[in-house]
Nanobody, 117 residues
Framework: QVQLVESGGGLVQPGGSLRLSCAGS????????MSWYRQAPGKERELVAG????????NYADSVKGRFTISRDNAKNTVYLQMNSLKPEDTAMYYC??????????WGKGTLVTVSS
């Protein structure tokens, strides 16, 4: 069974940084497009950033462009989200998503990011 395990969340002050990690297992990680989503209380889940299987292309939500960077290490079966200049509105549960070439999609359980002074 596909597993995605997020880590790296926590409490950070506005303007601070965090690096999220998502370790994948039990599937061919290097063939999957990977994404980070987030869901704030009372809001719908939204795409934050995505990266193609080989890492050649990335895309970002307008709200995080210039502040967040998605990357992946296929040798470690891990995708990362470097988050800089964090704002209170970035507070949310962050989820990792893997999408196989077949279109099947899998989710991790999430890691909580809280931006507050």
């Amino acid at each position: 069974q596909v597993q995605l395990v997020e880590s790296g969340g926590g409490l950070v002050q506005p303007g601070g940084s965090l690096r999220l990690s998502c370790a994948g297992s039990r599937f061919t990680f290097s063939s999957a497009a990977m994404s980070w989503y987030r869901q704030a209380p009372g809001k719908e889940r939204e795409l934050v950033a995505g990266i193609t299987s080989a890492g050649g292309k990335t895309n970002y939500a307008d709200s995080v462009k210039g502040r967040f960077t998605i990357s992946r290490d296929n040798a470690k079966n891990t995708v990362y989200l470097q988050m800089n200049s964090l704002k209170p509105e970035d507070t949310a549960m962050y989820y990792c998503n893997a999408k196989k070439p077949s279109g099947t999609s899998y989710w991790g359980k999430g890691t909580l990011v809280t931006v507050s002074s």
